[in-house]
Nanobody, 115 residues
């Protein structure tokens, strides 16, 4: 059974930084998504199984960095220069089968950015 546990969210001032972590029960291609109040969940970033390929939403390029530590089965999302519009619940997700969609999700971690 795939288990994903996010951590690292919190309340920060605009311009600050956070590092989110997602501990997985195995090694998978992983993604980060977020859902702001009243909005649909949106894609943020993804990283391949090996870590050699990453992809970002245009809205976060240059501020967010996704990375992974395969020895720990953990994926990170470094968020810099936080903006109030980054306020959302952040979810990590696993792509268990190559070429499939994201089939397993964590419980989410809240990020709140004050202006």
């Amino acid at each position: 059974q795939v288990q994903l546990v996010e951590s690292g969210g919190g309340l920060v001032q605009a311009g600050g930084s956070l590092r989110l972590s997602c501990a997985a029960s195995g090694r998978y291609a992983m993604g980060w998504f977020r859902q702001a109040p009243g909005k649909e969940r949106e894609f943020v970033a993804q990283i391949s199984w090996s870590g050699g390929s990453t992809n970002y939403a245009d809205s976060v390029k240059g501020r967010f960095t996704i990375s992974r530590d395969n020895a720990k089965n953990t994926v990170y999302l470094q968020i810099n220069s936080l903006k109030p519009e980054d306020t959302a619940v952040y979810y990590c997700a696993a792509r268990v089968l190559p070429g499939s969609g994201y089939t397993n999700w964590g419980q989410g971690t809240q990020v709140t950015v004050s202006s």
